[in-house]
């Protein structure tokens, strides 16, 4: 039973990366301009490498992401 309770911890921890990996990629394509669902499906079939992948894509000239910055304004 104990191996049982190791592997189900490590699981939920793998999907927990999975699912903020998702979330990251999700939130950097929607600034860059090009969609929340595109980089929604980037970071769950790559999981964290989608979060690299949307780090290193070229913002379009009207996004969010050239306007304003990777976080937005300060007030």
Do not use: D, N, Q, T
């Amino acid at each position: 039973m104990i191996v049982f309770a190791m592997l189900g911890a490590k699981a939920l921890y793998l999907l927990y990366l999975w699912l903020a990996s998702s979330i990251a990629a999700a939130y950097l394509s929607e600034r860059k301009g090009y969609g929340e669902k595109v980089g929604l499906a980037c970071g769950l079939l790559l999981s964290a490498v989608g979060v690299l992948v949307w780090l290193a894509w070229p913002a379009r000239p009207e996004s969010a992401w050239r306007r304003h910055g990777a976080f937005g304004r300060r007030r």
